[in-house]
């Protein structure tokens, strides 16, 4: 009979070792993300539209009539800032909710145990939230076509903005899904933090129509940047330096990105 392993001869546990990329359980993590919101698609995808459809009511019907901004009609110049909250929002969404409810049902140990890296938990979320939101936005501008003559001056500005923007908000989700201890953490940061942000962007006007020292505050809200860039995309017009947009696109991807790493890699509030 074989002997049995003594506190002498056991070996301790080591780490994993990772070789390579698990592109197999990259790519089960990334679709288990899209299938958590097309299950629900008449929340995450059909609400969002109907919501920006009543924002176009709202601001375009009633409020705009026959007004211009800048040579633009004002259903054209209000639209794309509608399409770029819904990919804020929905990205922000989609990584917060499934990791703060992975928390509270117990499940954080099965994103943990598979052989996925850090950075590859951090790419999966990621990607998954990205996905959602740029579906969302896709959805909403199709809505609003019929309601605003959507030309499309600079392909590459719609497609780094919204890129840029989804993923800069997946990751911000991440990061306040590990954090946050409850879904009182979450309505916080919802609340005080991104709808606050979102519509002192520009949304709805021009920044450079408000008062100081609002105007210039207005001009260190990342969100001012990425809808100014997206409605250049659009329209060819914008409200600030597209050169410092997409320079700050690229620096809070990464920047985020990097602290989403540090996060899994150290077990923030998932290890204890």
Wanted: some cysteine; aromatic content about 14%; overall charge positive.
């Amino acid at each position: 009979m074989r002997d049995m392993p003594t506190a002498d001869t056991a070996l301790p546990p080591v780490p994993r070792v990772y070789q390579g990329v698990n592109w197999e359980g990259l790519k089960t993590l990334y679709f288990r993300e899209i299938r958590r919101f097309i299950k629900v698609g008449t929340q995450t995808l059909a609400a969002p539209v109907v919501t920006a459809l009543l924002y176009m009511l709202v601001f375009v019907v009633a409020v705009g009539g026959g007004r211009e901004v800048h040579g633009v009609a004002y259903g054209t110049f209000v639209a794309p800032g509608l399409i770029m909250m819904q990919i804020l929002s929905n990205a922000f969404a989609n990584s917060s909710s499934s990791l703060l409810q992975a928390k509270f049902n117990g499940m954080m140990g099965d994103f943990m145990t598979p052989p996925l890296t850090p950075g590859e938990l951090a790419i999966g979320f990621g990607a998954g939230a990205a996905t959602r939101g740029i579906l969302v936005g896709l959805v909403t501008l199709l809505a609003v076509m019929p309601f605003a003559r959507l030309p499309i001056a600079q392909p590459w500005a719609v497609l780094y903005f919204g890129v840029g923007a989804a993923l800069i908000m997946a990751f911000i989700g991440i990061m306040a899904g590990l954090w946050a201890e409850k879904f009182d953490h979450m309505a916080a940061v919802t609340n005080f933090v991104i709808m606050p942000m979102t519509f002192l962007s520009g949304t709805f006007y021009l920044v450079e129509k408000l008062p100081e020292p609002f105007r210039t505050a207005s001009h260190f809200n990342p969100f001012f940047y990425l809808i100014d860039g997206f409605r250049f995309g659009f329209t060819g017009m914008a409200d600030s330096s597209i050169t410092i947009g997409v320079v700050m696109t690229a620096v809070l991807t990464l920047s985020l990105g990097w602290v989403c790493l540090w996060m899994f890699r150290t077990g923030y509030k998932i290890k204890t």
